[in-house]
């Protein structure tokens, strides 16, 4: 059998991995990426903290498979965190997980994984990658067997090669499948927390924070809360702390429920409504599509659930979404992803929401 | 696995294990006590000290048992080098020494003490003109390795120490990777101060050594006990140190022996990789170097790299961790001889010790050449 890189976070789904690929009879090596200057600093995050190593060290022992740690602390900064703050600059709400997967997962780490001679990287997604019509091409990304913790959506940027190179373990599995199997094996991770695609920060502000204090001195960029009519509210303490659709937290007292319904940077304007109707779009314009399947045809119509939509592809490489159904709080940086049943169509980058037809 | 890491520690040897089990089983003394069982764990105390102050040369009441040559150097290093009455202090070091100096250095720097790092030629080597020209009478502290770590370099510690005792300048010397693989006698170096570690030469990790020169004013260490002539209070470790001791023993008897055998293995390994690879860069090559280690640089592959191929391989070498930013890691004494960052981290360690066969050898070379040229195709830039 072949030989494979497993992505070991120390958690207890790409431990499975692990644990599987090795029954199967591949040469498995696992290999924890070192994302954070975690030495000394006493934090165990969820994934990335020191002790995830030590988890990962473990398991590989109880498998009996070798073991490394790739420090991509810098490449991480450059690659991952650096754009995300640029994103919170301009006013977008970032995704660092998928450009994580895109650009260290399946980028630098598939990279080091041939220097070891192995073609394959492998990792705990719950996510499928199935032939497509065409048996030669490369596979088609579709959503996990489970659901509820499908994780598709991180990995809609992953080029055809890097989908011929990445393996899903847990795709076609339960979570609760996942957890007796770990059991059953008797896997020192089996009840441990899972890492999921979160090793960053506990919730936004934490990570935006994070953000500012290691790119900007721990600088923001206050401004204005205003209403939709450009009436002045209060002052906010940066438009990195807001994300669209906020209702928590927000640091100013209305009298009434208020959302974050648009952020501009360039003024460093927070617009709040008393309107949560104010929040629903009817489509959205996103950037840097990544198409995997059959390109579709302009105009064709999509079914997605829960929101069905439909589709316009431009030749410049964004696309125009319209849904069926309006979409609460869309927000420009995060991802759009398409889906046809289980299977990935294609995703990108939001640029803007579209308002509701009149 | 063939194991070619034995300047990172050493397999312990049979005697070793056997002395310190027998040890541990029938001494449960403290040497401090006054009864029978007391005197017996001294006695094996006193004739463990014997033993390893033999191996240099030293007087057993030289000999300062410590947890390892990391703390002999901070030891010497703070012990010496930060002034304790407000006067200003000066330590001099070469820029290649092990962190367990060059850290403790720096904690006295932060203290106020002066501090200079000496360079080194593209061979490995300190100059003795250009620790003259940094060191005065204002110097509290020369410290200067007596084999480098990672190309396994000899500096010039005798010269340096004679300069030293001609200006009263106290010398020490981190003496860690020497001990056991040359002769090292510490009154022919003329050191003050000498560092050593039991897990180097196949003795027990956790033990270690600070040779100090009778009547040499050296600071308490450890408060607490009359342990170590007062310096190092606590009870001792004496299974380490009866560990530690026939390491010792096992290494004075028959050290011509491992410098004959070891050496024209690593000559075998150095020809074959120069054979195989003529643009492989030895690492102190020409340098008079420790008969065991071998380091060098493939240019344009990560050592990183090559060391984790050549474990699933089933070889261990050494280099630093594996990184994927822009700037891999490169080490401190590469760099100090090099000043060029891409041979400085395309280097891999292989050192050699006693159970290191002529098979193991050949096996080495035959993976090393096809690792080398699958790792050059995958990576083609430099």
């Given at each position: 059998m072949s030989r494979i890189v497993v992505a070991m976070s120390g958690g207890v789904d790409s431990t499975l991995a692990a644990a599987l690929l090795h029954e199967q009879g591949h040469e498995t090596i696992g290999v924890t990426l070192r994302?954070?200057?975690?030495?000394?600093?006493?934090q165990a995050r969820s994934?990335?903290?020191?002790d995830s190593v030590a988890q990962a060290r473990a398991v590989a022992g109880q498998l009996g498979i070798p073991h490394h740690v790739l420090d991509c602390q810098d490449l991480f900064a450059d690659e991952v965190l650096r754009p995300a703050w640029d994103d919170y600059r301009n006013g977008r709400t970032p995704n660092p997980c998928v450009l994580c997967n895109a650009r260290?997962?399946?980028?630098a780490l598939l990279e080091f994984a041939r220097t070891l001679g192995a073609e394959r990287v492998a990792t705990g997604h719950y996510a499928r990658l199935l032939p497509g019509?065409?048996?030669?091409a490369a596979p088609v990304l579709h959503r996990g067997a489970d659901r509820a913790k499908d994780q598709s959506y991180f990995l809609f940027a992953l080029d055809p090669g890097q989908r011929r190179a990445a393996c899903f373990p847990?795709?076609?599995?339960?979570k609760c499948e996942v957890r007796r199997l770990a059991r059953e094996r008797g896997?020192?991770?089996?009840d441990r927390a899972e890492s999921q695609?979160?090793?960053?920060?506990?919730?936004a502000e934490g990570f935006a924070s994070l953000l500012a204090a290691q790119f900007a001195g721990g600088a923001t960029r206050p401004g204005h809360f205003v209403d939709e009519t450009g009436r002045v509210l209060g002052a906010h303490?940066?438009?990195?702390s807001f994300t669209i659709g906020q209702r928590r937290?927000?640091?100013?007292?209305?009298?009434a429920p208020a959302w974050v319904?648009?952020?501009r940077a360039g003024t460093a304007e927070v617009v709040l409504t008393t309107?949560?109707?104010?929040?629903?779009?009817g489509g959205l314009e996103a950037d840097g599509m990544v198409w995997q399947a059959v390109p579709p045809e302009a105009g064709t119509r999509y079914r997605q659930r829960p929101t069905p939509a439909s589709v316009v592809r431009r030749a410049d490489g964004s696309a125009c979404v319209h849904f069926l159904r309006p979409v609460k709080a869309?927000?420009?940086g995060q991802a759009a992803v398409l889906y046809q049943g289980d299977r990935v169509l294609g995703g990108g980058w939001i640029r803007r929401s579209l308002p509701l037809p009149s | 696995m063939i194991y070619l890491d034995h300047n990172a520690t050493t397999p312990v040897a049979p005697e070793v294990v056997e002395a310190m089990a027998a040890c541990l089983r029938d001494c449960p003394g403290n040497?401090?006590?006054?009864h029978r069982a007391g005197q017996e764990a001294a006695r094996r105390l006193d004739r463990s000290r014997e033993a390893v102050a033999a191996l240099i040369g030293a007087?057993?009441?030289?000999i300062v048992f410590t947890s390892g040559a990391t703390e002999a150097d901070n030891q010497a290093v703070l012990g010496l080098g930060v002034?304790?009455?407000g006067r200003a202090s000066h330590i001099v070091a070469s820029a290649i020494e092990h962190q367990a100096v060059l850290a403790p250095a720096r904690v006295a720097e932060s203290a106020g003490t002066r501090l200079d790092l000496i360079g080194v030629d593209a061979l490995g080597r300190v100059n003795p003109a250009d620790v003259a020209a940094e060191a005065?009478?204002?110097?509290a502290l020369i410290s200067l390795m007596?084999?480098?770590?990672?190309?396994g370099v000899l500096q010039p510690v005798r010269e340096i120490a004679d300069f030293a005792k001609s200006r009263a300048i106290p010398m020490h010397t981190d003496a860690a990777q020497a001990v056991g693989k040359i002769a090292v006698d510490v009154r022919e170096l003329g050191v003050d101060l000498l560092s050593m570690s039991a897990h180097k030469l196949r003795g027990p990790k956790g033990i270690g050594a600070l040779y100090v020169r009778r009547d040499f004013p050296a600071p308490v260490w450890l408060?607490?006990?009359?342990?170590?002539g007062g310096r190092r209070g606590g009870t001792e470790n004496l299974p380490g140190v009866v560990g530690f001791a026939k390491a010792c023993e096992l290494a004075a008897a028959r050290l011509a022996e491992y410098i004959g055998r070891v050496g024209a293995l690593r000559e075998r390994l150095e020809t074959g990789v120069r054979t195989r690879f003529p643009e492989a860069v030895v690492n102190g090559a020409g340098a008079a170097r420790l008969p065991n280690t071998l380091s060098v640089s493939f240019p344009g592959i990560e050592g990183a790299r090559l060391a984790l191929s050549l474990d699933l391989a089933g070889i261990a070498v050494s280099t630093g961790s594996a990184c994927c930013g822009k700037r891999p890691q490169a080490s401190h004494v590469l760099l100090a001889m090099h000043h060029d960052y891409g041979v400085a981290t395309c280097a891999v360690r292989f050192s050699l010790g006693w159970e290191t066969t002529a098979a193991e050898i050949e096996a080495t070379l035959a993976a090393v050449a096809a690792t080398v040229p699958r790792l050059r195709t995958l990576n083609p830039e430099p």
């Open positions: 994302l954070h200057p975690c030495e000394g600093s006493g994934c990335c903290g020191g260290l997962k399946f980028g019509a065409d048996p030669a847990l795709g076609g599995l339960e896997l020192v991770t089996a695609d979160i090793c960053l920060a506990g919730d303490r940066g438009v990195e937290g927000l640091g100013v007292a209305l009298g319904s648009e952020i309107r949560e109707e104010a929040l629903l779009a869309v927000t420009p | 040497p401090s006590s006054v007087a057993p009441d030289e002034s304790h009455d005065g009478s204002g110097t007596l084999a480098n770590s990672e190309t408060h607490g006990g009359p342990q170590e």
